[in-house]
Nanobody, 124 residues
Framework: QVQLVESGGGLVQAGGSLRLSCAASGRTFSNYGMGWFRQAPGKEREFVAAIDWSGRTTSYAGSVKGRFAVSRDNAKNTVYLQMNSLKAEDTAVYYC?????????????????WGQGTQVTVSS
C-alpha cells in the first residue's frame, strides 16, 4: 500500500492556474501508475488525468485536455497536476490515486490506493 497526500488546492478566479501535488510514501512510488480524479457536489467521481510509472504515457479527459498537464518526479515520490485556464466547472474535490500495475488507467476501479482529496474552487 502507498499513502497519498494531496496539496495545492484553493480558491482561484476563472482563467487562473493551480498546481496540485500528490506526495506518496510507503511502497515504491516509481512502480505505480498514478491518476487524478475529481468529484463535484452531487456528481459522481470522474477521471481527469493519468500517468504511467515511467512518465512516458499520459491520458486526459476530454474536458481538460489542452488545459491540464500531469507529470511526476519519481525522485521526489510526487505526482503533479498543472491546471491552467480554469473554469467554474472545474470546481471539485480532486483526488490522486495509485495502481500497482503501473499503467495510466482511466477507470477508478483500476486504482488500489487513494488520497483524501484537496478542494479546488474556481470563481466565475
Amino acid at each position: 500500500q502507498v499513502q497519498l497526500v494531496e496539496s495545492g488546492g484553493g480558491l482561484v478566479q476563472a482563467g487562473g492556474s493551480l498546481r496540485l501535488s500528490c506526495a506518496a510514501s510507503g511502497r515504491t512510488f516509481s512502480n505505480y501508475g498514478m491518476g487524478w480524479f475529481r468529484q463535484a457536489p452531487g456528481k459522481e467521481r470522474e477521471f481527469v488525468a493519468a500517468i504511467d510509472w515511467s512518465g512516458r504515457t499520459t491520458s486526459y479527459a476530454g474536458s481538460v485536455k489542452g488545459r491540464f498537464a500531469v507529470s511526476r518526479d519519481n525522485a521526489k515520490n510526487t505526482v503533479y497536476l498543472q491546471m491552467n485556464s480554469l473554469k467554474a466547472e472545474d470546481t471539485a474535490v480532486y483526488y490522486c490515486a495509485g495502481n500497482l500495475v503501473g499503467a495510466a488507467y482511466r477507470s477508478a476501479g483500476n486504482y488500489d490506493d487513494w488520497g483524501q482529496g484537496t478542494q479546488v474552487t474556481v470563481s466565475s
